[in-house]
């Protein structure tokens, strides 16, 4: 089945310092949507991209997809200690019930 | 909140015991799932439930067995378990059909605050 691969698996900064997690497949991917879940917490929707090349932003967050819809990004710009969790990037399929996610990025933030 | 509960939040049982996780959603959905989520592994995505027919089983072991008696309320039965099954166990809510008009429609989950299970 479909694979979605997240790199880093860990990710430590300092406040104010950039983050950016990459999530990969070997596939084309259908959509994308990002979730974010802070420690102890549940997985909390953030975002769905759609169409190749697409760029969404929301506050500090930039998400990317791929042109090829293989690979997509979040990237945070002046990490603060609230960004702290593990960021998910998940596929949906066309349906629009199925999610495959992938391991995740955990980010702590040194403040 | 994101308008999906879980019932217990802790539980701890013995692998004779039997035990049913509830979950129960205000958001109008109809479509409902059932994740573990274990450390250093990604969700895991147990079965869904569309319209309250089981859509997909994903090759879980017999010892779950999920319910959905409308599509507010999903169950997932617990009997028999290992403790390799010890995890945090999430329930999802979402819309579930393509909507033809506006392919772009957002088909986000929302997720309970989840189970953590304790198998012993």
């Known amino acids: 089945g479909q694979q979605v691969m997240q790199i880093p698996q860990y990710q430590h900064v300092q406040e104010g310092e950039d983050f950016t997690t990459y999530c990969n497949s070997s596939?084309?991917?259908?959509?994308i949507q990002w979730y974010k879940q802070r420690p102890g917490g549940h997985p909390v929707f953030l975002i769905q991209l759609v169409k190749s090349g697409e760029v969404k932003k929301q506050k500090r967050l930039t998400f990317q997809f791929g042109e090829a819809k293989k690979n997509s990004s979040l990237h945070i710009t002046a990490t603060q200690t609230t960004d702290v969790g593990t960021y998910f990037c998940?596929?949906?399929?066309?349906?629009?019930?199925?999610?495959?996610f992938g391991e995740g990025t955990q980010l702590t933030v040194n403040p | 909140e994101t308008g999906v509960t879980q019932t217990p939040r802790h539980l701890v049982m013995g692998m004779t015991n039997k035990k049913s996780l509830k979950c129960e959603q205000h958001l109008g959905h109809n479509a409902m799932y059932w994740y573990k989520q274990s450390a250093k592994k990604p969700l895991e995505l147990m079965f869904v439930y569309s319209l309250e027919e089981r859509v997909e089983n994903n090759s879980v072991p017999s010892r779950f067995s999920p319910e959905c008696p409308n599509s507010s309320h999903l169950f997932l039965h617990l009997h028999t378990l290992q403790p390799e099954d010890s995890a945090l166990y999430l329930c999802?809510?979402?819309?579930?059909?393509?909507?033809?008009?506006?392919?772009?429609?957002?088909?986000?989950?929302?997720f309970g605050p989840g189970t953590r299970l304790t198998v012993t």
């Open positions: 596939t084309t991917l259908s959509n």
């Open positions: 998940a596929d949906l399929e066309t349906s629009g019930s199925r999610l495959t």
């Open positions: 999802a809510s979402s819309r579930s059909h393509v909507d033809i008009r506006n392919p772009y429609t957002t088909y986000e989950q929302y």
